[in-house]
T-cell receptor, first 112, second 117 residues
Framework: KAGVTQTPRYLIKTRGQQVTLSCSPISGHRSVSWYQQTPGQGLQFLFEYFSETQRNKGNFPGRFSGRQFSNSRSEMNVSTLELGDSALYLC???????????FGDGTRLSIL | AQSVTQLDSQVPVFEEAPVELRCNYSSSVSVYLFWYVQYPNQGLQLLLKYLSGSTLVKGINGFEAEFNKSQTSFHLRKPSVHISDTAEYFCAVSGRGSRGSNYKLTFGKGTLLTVNP
């Protein structure tokens, strides 16, 4: 059974640009959640989608947005990138809302 | 608001020794508790979770944790560690607030477990 797949693994952008990250959950999983991991702030919840609906959102500015498609794949978009957006972005999938079980290896985003 | 405190940022132990990683959380109407492990350059792996029922939860790789509601704790234990257990461990809580707000996962800052030969 394939795991959670995140693409790309590494990404380098400059300030002001925008970026889209992709997450393919485990087959049959309807919940996808996103997290930002930085050395200073640790792991922080971004948002969770379940059956194409955003179920919860963390305390991030509106520059961070996401969506989920009918096949449960999810994308996260960050607009007007800032240096502080440099982080490892992780997504997780599960069958049940609020219980992230399987994580991808993340996308490491570096802002120059 | 919910919060998680992992009391030790680093825990060094010798191989085959027992270990306890401590985790305390803020209370909520209903609480789900999790422990995850992260190896270098990888995502998180779920070790175990408490949803309801027995307060002693057994997970993968020989780890177990005990939910203590009165002390709002969920400490992770392993009776004998291996070199391969060296990694960062995260405690997390997910809950539903008194007003029925949706589940939201909050992580602790992590504990780096280093197992020495």
């Amino acid at each position: 059974k394939a795991g959670v797949t995140q693409t790309p693994r590494y990404l380098i952008k400059t300030r002001g640009q925008q970026v889209t990250l992709s997450c393919s959950p485990i087959s049959g999983h309807r919940s996808v959640s996103w997290y930002q991991q930085t050395p200073g702030q640790g792991l922080q919840f971004l948002f969770e989608y379940f059956s194409e609906t955003q179920r919860n959102k963390g305390n991030f500015p509106g520059r961070f947005s996401g969506r989920q498609f009918s096949n449960s794949r999810s994308e996260m978009n960050v607009s007007t990138l800032e240096l502080g957006d440099s982080a490892l972005y992780l997504c997780a999938s599960s069958m049940t809302e609020g219980q992230p079980q399987h994580f991808g290896d993340g996308t490491r985003l570096s802002i120059l | 608001a919910q919060s998680v405190t992992q009391l030790d940022s680093q825990v060094p132990v010798f191989e085959e020794a027992p270990v306890e990683l401590r985790c305390n959380y803020s209370s909520s109407v209903s609480v789900y508790l999790f422990w995850y492990v992260q190896y270098p350059n990888q995502g998180l792996q779920l070790l175990l979770k408490y949803l309801s029922g027995s307060t002693l939860v057994k997970g993968i790789n020989g780890f177990e944790a005990e939910f203590n509601k009165s002390q709002t704790s969920f400490h992770l234990r392993k009776p004998s560690v291996h070199i391969s257990d060296t990694a960062e461990y995260f405690c997390a809580v997910s809950g539903r607030g008194s007003r029925g707000s949706n589940y939201k996962l909050t992580f602790g800052k992590g504990t780096l477990l280093t197992v020495n030969p």
